[in-house]
């Protein structure tokens, strides 16, 4: 691993609207692709290409420490945590469950997914305590969920049930990306997950109660659709994507939603920055102040995702996670960076 830093200001990479950046600093250098994070301990810890996983400290970036996962040369592409541990798992069959302990940073294999399908889009955890995934499907396109529950060891694959008893399917080409480990996301006892390829859909679940919902995001081809969604609370959700073979064009490519992911309603098309692979909005903005990244731009919302501006043109970060009010830490393509911003 290089251990060598960088600050980048204003000059470097930011636009006009860059009075709202005061710096962006890189606090980690490393040959490693990462789509996923997780904030603990004043730290920032992620799982990347070629079985890595590791830390760096925002309080002293020199106290940071990675260790390998597998010695196969493994791509993960999520991460998530409960209170003991943390949990990711490789794309690609077979498909190995990692639980590594958040003490010891030893690590196990909890569960394997052999079937030639197996490709795991995002790993969340809701707030009582169990973590859902979802896969792309088998050849017989049913929604393909794996459930943990670590405080009973547990670790299953699930085909959820639905009221009127029949099983969730996707459309043929309909799967989701891999892009930020954003597609899914819960508020209590509601849990959305985003879909993209030839359909861009959301499922959403409340209850045992699941419901399918039809979107005007961009879609109709593989690399098409929504790639990231992010809910305040209940009723507010954004949702942001494009066409990662055209990350140029921002027609249909953010909308957003305010019952809850009903109804869904395409913002600024035409009038951004294009395609983006993950969005979240500020703590204690109530989604009226967003933050989205993809690998060409940063961009800002202060009004609930109807406008957006680009504040910096750096090249290279797939994810990114508030850390607190005023700071972003973004990661992607051999770096990880946190984003100090004024208000």
Known sequence: MKKFFSIVFLSLGLTAFSQQVESLETILNDKISIRALELYDNKVWYSGTDSKFGFVDLKESTNQKQIKLSEDKLQFRTLAQDKTSFYAINIESPAYFFKIDKKELTSQVIFKDTAKTAFYDALHFV?????????????????????????????????????????????????????SNTNITSYKDILWIATGGKASRIFKQKGLDWKIIETPFIQGESSQGIYSI???????????????????????????????????QIQASGHNAGYSTCVKIKPGSKGKEIIAVGDRHISYSSDFGKTWKKISDEKGFFVCQWIDSSRVVFAGNNKIAVMKLKF
């Open 127 to 179: 707030k009582d305590g169990y973590g859902i995934t979802f896969s792309d499907p088998d050849k017989n396109l049913l929604m393909k969920l794996a459930l943990l529950f670590p405080h009973k060891k547990m670790y299953e694959l699930w085909n959820p049930p639905i009221s009127n008893h029949e099983k969730l399917k996707l459309k043929e080409g309909e799967a989701a990306f891999a892009a």
């Open 230 to 264: 992010d809910f305040y609370e209940d009723k507010f959700g954004i949702a942001v994507g494009g066409d990662y073979t055209r990350q140029e064009a921002n027609i249909n490519n953010i909308a957003t939603t305010f019952d809850g992911g009903e109804t869904w």
